[in-house]
């Protein structure tokens, strides 16, 4: 996808700022440059030290534990139950805080980028803004932070950020643990770097929202290579799930419609002779 251009293009304005302005001092802020990606072992779960689905122990409503049941059931009958991303729906905001794919980070004292190469680029700003009136919503929503020196030392090594305006469907993980439909979602995060090993990142996550009963928080740890490789992943380039009404079916190998589930009824031809 584009991320990797997109710091480039990030890099090159400060750059072309830099030539007309004094050039912004950024010795006050953390190094977290590299590649940021999850640790051996670490699957996509949403909490880390879960194991995924109902073990997660996602504190659901009722309502919403029944929904994240049935889609449980058409999982495990063929289906992709709630779970957007088969049809190359993104992640979204939580999800996307999962790194599926490995992020880096492009920190300016106005705006810190988050970017990976599956998810669309995310902006957390600094620059001290208030929350928008209106807001068209999207997948990674409004994200606005502050950096924090937590230890008092001058610089600065937590940025603490909440993200509003977030666009569905999404769901926690590929269990499909909901959200709610309302997508009135707020997430707060934290984002600091282990004190004795700096190669190690941590984000605490709480993430409100009224298919929950609570507010639900979960810390995720990464772990940082200074001499990364990047690939370049893009689902629509080779995407086999074809929705028809409300049911997926999937395209064959060679080019035919086919079956997700056992004794899955066709789709409707009727515009077809």
């Not at 790194?99 to 669309?120: E, G, L």
């Not at 395209?251 to 079956?259: F, R, T, Y």
Request: proline share 8%.
């Amino acid at each position: 996808m584009f991320c990797r251009s997109l710091m480039a293009a990030a890099t090159l304005a400060m750059s072309i700022a830099g030539a007309g302005a004094q050039a912004p001092d950024l010795s006050k802020y953390p190094d977290w440059s590299g590649q940021w990606r999850k640790f051996p072992g670490q699957g996509n779960q949403w909490d880390q030290a879960k194991p995924s689905g109902t073990r997660q122990e996602a504190p659901l409503t009722p309502e919403y534990q029944k929904i994240y049941e049935a889609n449980l059931q058409d999982q495990k009958e063929g289906g992709q139950g709630i779970d957007p991303t088969g049809f190359c729906i993104p992640f979204g905001m939580p999800r996307m805080m999962t790194a599926v794919f490995p992020f880096d980070f492009v920190i300016t004292p106005q705006t810190t980028y988050f970017i990976s190469d599956y998810n669309m680029p995310r902006r957390i700003y600094t620059d001290g803004r208030d929350w928008p009136k209106e807001r068209e919503p999207n997948f990674t929503g409004y994200s606005i932070g502050k950096w924090v020196d937590s230890d008092g030392d001058g610089k600065y090594d937590v940025l603490e950020a909440e993200t509003r305006f977030i666009k569905g469907p999404r769901v926690f993980e590929g269990s499909g643990i909901p959200l709610h439909e309302d997508s009135a979602t707020v997430i707060k995060e934290r984002f600091y770097q282990d004190k004795e090993n700096k190669d190690t990142l941590y984000i605490g996550i709480t993430t409100i929202d009224n298919a929950l009963t609570r507010p639900w928080t979960v810390t995720k740890k990464f772990r940082r290579d200074h001499k990364p490789i990047w690939y370049t992943y893009n689902c629509s380039e080779d995407n086999h799930h074809v929705v028809i009404g409300q049911e997926n079916y999937f395209l064959s190998a060679d080019g035919q419609l086919m079956p997700t589930k056992k004794n899955q009824q066709p789709p409707d031809l009727r515009y077809f002779k």
